[in-house]
């Protein structure tokens, strides 16, 4: 069953008298347990529809229902409550709280969802523990690799119970160890709890991971292909 | 922070200079010329005549001296005359004073820097300012003339012996007033024994003025009533006093206010630095689902914390210093004679008033606040799709 569902997308930049496109018309589908990697050249609107899927921006015209939800419908403030409880992000550049260690940028998430201390520290330890970073529980983001830094955000990202999470770029800045090291963990949270895994990426390693591969051109849908692991 | 606590540091530090100068000069005045209370003839204060005497003073000083709250009373036989030596001569208010009991109105007798209070040793005994002596080139020993009119019209003259110099720091009083022994006076002016043209009355807690005026309102209302006398506190007889030191309170929070003024700007400065610096955090807490009421929140917080950190240290710091130059003081003895001129001590105590920590503790806060939200609402109005790809 498709937990994401965008229909005929287009979004739709004025940059002075010429309109661009980033999204022109896009009818896709992701369904519960995709490791899907969303592809194309350099502006072809690969962020601006991940952007779109998450509710981050919205679109022009089109619709995009999560979970059997229109969140284009929905109000800023019940936009960013949905993202808390629905959508995990990891990004390019890591983005962790530099003041807070390890395990409070992981449990920092289920502080805003309410959860209390003790659950929120236990399960961040877990978090961390699955992603091999067991012993850095209690360094700060400057101490730790870009890698592991990656790999912190990818416990964050799946603090909250997320229906799917959202990786832009997620191995742009890492080498190839450290890239393979990620998505090995990412792949085995995708299987472990079927976790969907939406990246945009440029990186062929993480398309060879992927089990998914969305074309985009453009704007538009080239080709959207499954491929075994 | 550092700003905020070196502007409020510099801030107290000031205004308890400037109230410390104006609370020594207060209590010089009633502790050197004034004391608390002063009676008189009504007519007395416009024109300051040896007619205008009250008569029979005992008789209210029993009613004062059943008082609570009273260090001492003291008759004074108070005119005008010219001081000669045989050099030069000059104008002058001569205090004919009763030496105990002026002990006990005010400290001249400690002021007295050559020489000696009225010891009773010499016969018209003289106390002369440093700077009357000075002018008059008098010394102890010296012998000086006081010519002035009676209670007739008539003048009246008499030689008086220098047996002490006082100085009291505040040169336009010292230039102004001689003491003699007031039965001295009396019989050179052939003035009733009966009568003074001025009682003056010391408490023990000056603080406590406001309630002993009301019990001796009550205890002289007669008096009050027919006009034979007329009560004046310190400050209805030195309103400038006043005047001054409500200005001085009152430009005190202007200070405090142009310095809180100013530092708002470093706030928001500092703090339109860190919403910067922290766009894409900014962003990846939106993301992930930080509701923009609490990125608002995030911001004030901090910005309040900053400020009043940097507050509370400067007025810890400030009070420190106040504590510390209130016990020493500061020696301006270097610029003595100018601050002299004007009636104040070159030796200035520091005094800041327990009530202005806490207000300036709550002007922080509000500049704190007025300061936070410009960046506050930068931070809240950020696009979280540009802020995560923010390359500032």
Known sequence: MAIIQI???????DQGKI?????????LDFEKGDFAAIVGPSGCGKTTLLNLLSGLDTPTSGSVMIGGKE??????????????????????????IPVLTALENVAFIMELQGVNKKERTEKARKLLGRVGLMDKLNDRPALLSG??????AVARALASNPDFIIADEPTANLDSKATAELLAIMREMNRELSVTFIFATHDQRVVDKATRVIRIEDGKLKDDMRQEQ | MLAMMIGLTGGIFYNAFMMGMNDQRNRAAISNELSDFQIHHPEYMMNQEIRFVIHNPDSLCCKIASMGNLKGVSYRTKNSAMIKTASTAAGTMVNGIDPDSEKRVTNIYQTVVEGGYFDGSRRMPMLLSRKMAEKLHAKPGSKVVLSMANEKGSIVEAAFKVTGIYFTHNDLYDEANVFVMRNDLNKLLDFDENSTTEIAVRLIKTA???????KLNLALRRELDTKKIVLQSWDELEPTLKVIDAYTIFFAYIFMGIILF?????????????????????????????????IFKMILYETLFLSITGGVAGIVISAVLVAWFGYTGIDLSIFGKGINSIGYNSVVYLYAPLELYPI????????????SIYP????????PVEALHYNG
């Not at chain 1, 969140?71 to 962790?96: A, M, W």
């Not at chain 2, 339109?272 to 923009?292: D, H, P, Y």
């Not at chain 2, 300036?360 to 300061?371: L, N, P």
Request: aromatic share 8%.
């Open chain 1, 7 to 13: 229909r005929d997308v287009y979004k739709t930049y």
């Open chain 1, 71 to 96: 969140i284009t419908q929905l109000r800023s403030n019940e936009q960013i409550d949905f993202r808390l409880h629905h959508i995990g992000f990891v990004f390019q550049t890591y983005n962790l």
């Open chain 2, 208 to 214: 406590e003025i406001e309630d002993f005026r009301i």
């Open chain 1, 19 to 27: 309109p661009v496109h980033a999204v022109n018309g896009i009818t």
């Open chain 2, 376 to 383: 506050a609402r930068k931070a809240l109005n950020m696009n």
């Open chain 2, 360 to 371: 300036v503790a709550f002007m922080v806060m509000v500049t704190a606040m007025i300061a």
């Open chain 1, 147 to 152: 890698g592991q830094q990656q790999r912190v």
């Open chain 2, 262 to 294: 100013a530092l708002a700007f470093g706030i928001i400065n500092t703090m339109m630095m860190a919403v910067m610096e922290r766009t894409r955090e900014i962003g990846m807490l939106m993301a992930n689902g930080m509701q923009r009421g609490n």
